[in-house]
Antibody, heavy 121, light 113 residues
Framework: QVQLQQSGPGLVKPSQTLSLTCAIS??????????WNWIRQSPSRGLEWLGR?????????DYATSVKSRITINPDTSNNQFSLQLNSVTPEDTAVYYC???????????WGQGTLVTVSS | DIVMTQSPDSLAVSLGERATINCKSS????????????LAWYQQKPGQTPELLIY???TRESGVPDRFSGSGSGTDFTLTISSLQAEDVAVYYC?????????FGQGTKLEIK
């Protein structure tokens, strides 16, 4: 059974970089065609899909338009995990961040526990 | 981006009664090559992580009670709870996974009348 465990700081200063990691158990980040996603949730923006990474003959990423210039999602095959980096954060980036993955469809079947990240000085 | 619009924003239903939530997408999420609708429903209980209820518009996730059902095709979809239980109090979201960026509806808050 696949499980996702998130880690990372809960407080980030404005203009700095938000960094979170999602550790995978029960599956491999390199499994062909399986996508590894980041989503966030805030009262003002609701649920917002941020992006994904996946391996299908080669590594690929897709990002949301709203954060495309600031986001990087990377797989870490050595540690069987994937990460989120969001640059130049502002208070608008304050949200609960989730990692999630797929199983029998491309819907988000399995979610991490969520991490509240507050952007504040 | 595909815009997902849910109705109503909130809903109060008596225990044992039917609850119906609608979701409309700004373009079709039906993939013609496999005749599947790339539409999912999630339930988020207070203070908890969203959980997948329904995918392919009408397939229940393992462990989801059969009082939950999904229907619809193309751009119009419905989540129905046939007999509301107290534990169904939650916010429900639809989501399209037809194309990236994946997008969610704004949510429907379901309460007990």
């Amino acid at each position: 059974q696949v499980q996702l465990q998130q880690s990372g700081p809960g407080l980030v200063k404005p203009s700095q970089t938000l960094s979170l990691t999602c550790a995978i158990s029960g599956d491999s980040v390199s499994r062909n065609g399986v996508t590894w996603n980041w989503i966030r949730q805030s009262p003002s923006r609701g649920l917002e899909w941020l992006g994904r990474t996946y391996y299908k003959s080669k590594w690929s990423t897709d990002y949301a338009t709203s954060v495309k210039s600031r986001i990087t999602i990377n797989p870490d095959t050595s540690n069987n995990q994937f990460s989120l980096q969001l640059n130049s954060v502002t208070p608008e980036d304050t949200a609960v961040y989730y990692c999630a993955t797929v199983t029998s469809s491309d819907a988000l079947h399995i979610w991490g526990q969520g991490t509240l990240v507050t952007v504040s000085s | 981006d595909i815009v997902m619009t849910q109705s109503p924003d909130s809903l109060a239903v008596s225990l044992g009664e039917r609850a119906t939530i609608n979701c409309k997408s700004s373009q079709s999420v039906l993939y013609s090559s496999n005749n599947k609708n790339y539409l999912a429903w999630y339930q988020q209980k207070p203070g908890q992580t969203p959980e997948l209820l329904i995918y392919w518009a009408s397939t229940r996730e393992s462990g989801v009670p059969d009082r939950f059902s999904g229907s619809g095709s193309g751009t119009d979809f419905t989540l129905t709870i046939s007999s509301l239980q107290a534990e169904d109090v939650a916010v429900y979201y639809c989501q399209q996974y037809y194309s990236t960026p994946y997008t969610f509806g704004q949510g429907t808050k379901l309460e007990i009348k």
